[in-house]
């Protein structure tokens, strides 16, 4: 310490030893090659940073990593020059609360009228260029994070400068922030283990007046370019004999904290508090102590049932009626009107507390409808023109061939509930199983691949009158799909049938059977007496000369394939 303040000392007395009698300047300004500005802080007198004392709170002082973004500006306010200066660290004050900032090399340009300066941190978080500054607060992981962003700017006339005959010009700049900190001190309801690398703290506000990444130009904000949005904050202690945290947000002064949002989240557990600040707007430069006690969140809850009326009870939603549509709350039970739609239906209610309650109402018939289906197509039928990809629109999910019988594969039992018809000329149908499990909340399609029976088609003339639908098989590769290829595989083994299982969107509009990339994703048929070519890409509808489909009597050539090189989609009209 004494070493530094004797450094100190001496450096001051050089330069005053330049400096002139009566302060006045006897040199032009422009004409300086040394430059010291002597930076105070404004109103609220703080800190540049943080450190924690015993007693909880934080010393405002310079740390000695702190720079200047400087740019000399001409008279309509645009960058000459620019340049980044280091505090230097032995000017810092005993008491930490000013600090000098000295440009060597000076050159002022000629058409310089104004000095504008940032501080900011070694390793800010803020970024700098020629013209606009960006603070990203969107993401702040520790109390050195929310530091790194603050914005500290100020600014000076040229022609305030005073210079010595040494060419030594000096200013003082009282810098004004435009951030301010907020310390929350959150406690949690019940006793629960807080990691904190795995808590995450969200600031949040509905009316979308925090923002979260900050345009500015010369101190000011850019409307424009800025933008509103959650600011995510991790805590930076944990008192695991309180249940509590400690966390660190710097934010944007000048916004509007109304109706603002605390949640932390640990896995999925969600513990939230209203901000309610005492004024909602903040003053530049002040950190703000907020210390809540958070109230868990009721978890989000969703079930399906099928399309006739019901109701249950639920015990969070409150004592005030919410409705959306055919879904309602009243008296401690969520109700729902009988679906008559003819497709499925998904609606949400939520309640001022911040629970939900989703309810998706389905059944296989809800699948029925008209559809366009796409795939990449070969063909040698006049039905359809090969394409890469082509659609056919019209497709229509109807009723089933057979809905009665009850099949059997990898020892669970399927009954077909829909006929898909449009795929080969109007009248050859395809079964298919809509699966639904309202336990687990999943649908699943699968269209049948029948290696037992052909249909009688209007269309076909000569000896192959009758059409069946197989699936088209393949081996897997190094790199995916290759030979040997069995585009019609008449028998399927035994069952002599299986399911092409096809994914169904979360909102029920599209069922996909994806081109997989990997084969230990790809669909298998595990009974199928070629093993070397049991994998199924496609859909082959082949031909017969009977009802019986058999290898003897179905044509060795495919009459139209529908090949997943594309992903085969039906999507919803």
């Not at 004409?31 to 703080?46: E, F, Q, R, S």
């Not at 309509?76 to 900032?101: C, H, L, M, T, W």
């Not at 300066?117 to 969107?138: A, K, P, R």
């Not at 070969?378 to 809905?403: E, M, R």
């Amino acid at each position: 310490m004494t070493k530094k303040i004797f450094i100190f000392i001496v450096l001051i007395a050089a330069l005053i030893s330049c400096s002139k009698e009566n302060g006045e300047s006897i040199s032009p300004v422009k004409d300086a090659k040394t430059l010291v500005i002597n930076a105070t802080i404004g109103n609220p007198a703080t800190k540049l940073s943080y450190t924690d004392n015993e007693s909880g709170g934080y010393t405002a002082t310079f740390n000695g990593n702190e720079q200047l973004q400087l740019y000399f500006l001409d008279a309509e306010s645009k960058v000459i020059s620019n340049d980044i200066v280091k505090v230097d660290q032995y000017s810092i004050s005993d008491d930490g609360k000013s600090a000098k900032f000295i440009v060597t090399d000076l050159e002022i340009p000629s058409n310089a009228v104004k000095i504008f300066s940032y501080i900011d941190f070694s390793g800010s978080s803020v970024n700098y260029t020629d013209t606009l500054s960006v603070n990203d607060l969107s993401l702040q992981n520790n109390l050195s994070e929310a530091q790194g962003h603050h914005i500290l700017s100020g600014s000076v006339n040229v022609a305030d400068l005073t210079s010595t005959t040494s060419g030594t010009a000096f200013t003082t700049i009282k810098y004004a922030y435009k951030t301010s900190l907020l310390r929350f001190n959150l406690s949690f309801p019940v006793d629960i283990p807080v990691d904190p690398s795995k808590t995450m703290i969200t600031i949040s506000n509905q009316n979308k007046t925090i923002h979260n990444l900050v345009d500015f130009a010369w101190g000011e904000m850019s409307s424009d370019k800025s933008e509103a949005g959650n600011i995510v904050i991790y805590p930076t202690k944990v008192d695991t004999l309180e249940n509590s945290v400690v966390a660190v947000a710097c934010v944007w002064a000048a916004d509007d904290f109304k109706d603002t949002r605390v949640t932390a989240t640990i896995g999925e557990d969600r513990y939230y508090v209203d901000l309610n600040l005492a004024k909602t707007t903040l003053e530049a430069g002040k950190v703000y102590d907020v210390t809540r006690t958070l109230a868990a969140s009721p978890k989000p809850v969703m079930i399906w049932t099928a399309d006739d009326a019901g109701s249950v009870a639920f015990t969070s939603g409150g004592t005030t009626p919410v409705a959306n549509d055919w879904l309602s709350f009243a008296d401690g039970k969520v109700s729902w009107t009988a679906n008559t739609t003819g497709a499925p239906r998904t609606a949400t209610l939520a309640f001022a507390n911040g629970s939900t309650y989703k309810v998706t109402q389905v059944v296989p018939a809800d699948f029925k409808g008209t559809y366009d289906f796409t795939s990449k197509i070969f063909s040698n039928s006049s039905f359809i023109k090969a394409a890469d990809p082509g659609t056919i629109s019209g497709v229509t999910f109807g009723d089933p061939l057979d809905g009665t019988e009850s099949l059997e594969e990898n020892g669970k039992t399927y009954k077909n509930n829909i006929g898909v018809q449009g795929l080969y000329y109007s009248d050859v149908i395809c079964d298919a199983t809509v699966q639904i499990d309202y336990t687990n909340q999943t649908a699943s399609f699968g269209l049948f691949m029948d290696g037992r029976k052909a249909q009688p088609c209007s269309s076909l003339t000569g000896t192959y009158i009758y059409a069946c639908y197989i699936p088209e098989m393949a081996s897997w590769g190094t790199s995916g799909w290759t030979s040997p290829w069995n585009f019609v595989q008449a028998d399927l083994g035994t069952p002599d049938y299986t399911w092409m299982w096809f994914t169904v969107s979360d909102d029920f509009k599209t069922i996909t059977f994806a081109n997989p990339v990997a084969s230990t994703t790809a669909q298998r048929l595990g009974h199928d007496p070629a093993a070397t070519n049991d994998y199924i890409i496609g859909i082959t509808i082949a031909i017969s000369s009977s009802e019986d489909a058999s290898s003897a009597n179905v044509s060795g050539s495919y009459n139209v394939i529908y090949q997943c090189n594309k992903d085969l989609t039906f999507t919803r009209k």
